[in-house]
């Protein structure tokens, strides 16, 4: 199995658009084949509008240890966050059930209801 080399593009490549399971490349309005390129003013000028710093990093070290410097540099704090629960009620079954066992308490109970007290639903013995 061959090893991965990094590739470095310094120029651009066609952007890949994908219909159908068909990769073909992204044209403009006169059907010529849209080609990347690396910006690196823009980039600068966002990285210091936010207060950043631009490191162009390519697939090798170079750039990533200016990087991680950077980070190892920076001031460790800790941040204060706030945790919301919200929690889904889950009590109807219960609450339907015991509507259920008080209307069939008040079914059953003849002292309580006059009109169903001739309904016996359990027969005594004396």
Do not use: W
């Not at 068909?22 to 003013?41: F, P, Q, S």
């Not at 631009?54 to 697939?59: E, F, H, P």
């Not at 308490?105 to 005594?124: E, W």
């Amino acid at each position: 199995m061959a090893a991965l080399r990094p590739v470095v593009v310094t120029e651009g490549v066609p952007v890949p658009v994908s219909t159908n399971g068909r990769t073909e490349y992204l044209k403009d309005a006169g059907g010529n084949t849209v080609i990347t390129r690396l910006d690196e003013d823009i980039l600068k000028k966002i990285a210091m509008s936010a207060g950043g710093s631009y490191v162009r990093a390519s697939n090798t070290n170079i750039g990533l240890d200016q990087i991680f410097g950077d980070i190892r540099k920076m001031k460790s704090q800790e941040l204060e966050s706030t945790q919301y629960t919200e929690y889904s009620d889950q009590f109807q079954i219960f609450a339907a059930l015991a509507l259920f066992l008080l209307v069939a308490d008040f079914i059953v109970m003849d002292r309580k209801n006059r009109r169903l007290a001739n309904i016996r639903l359990f027969k005594y013995r004396v």
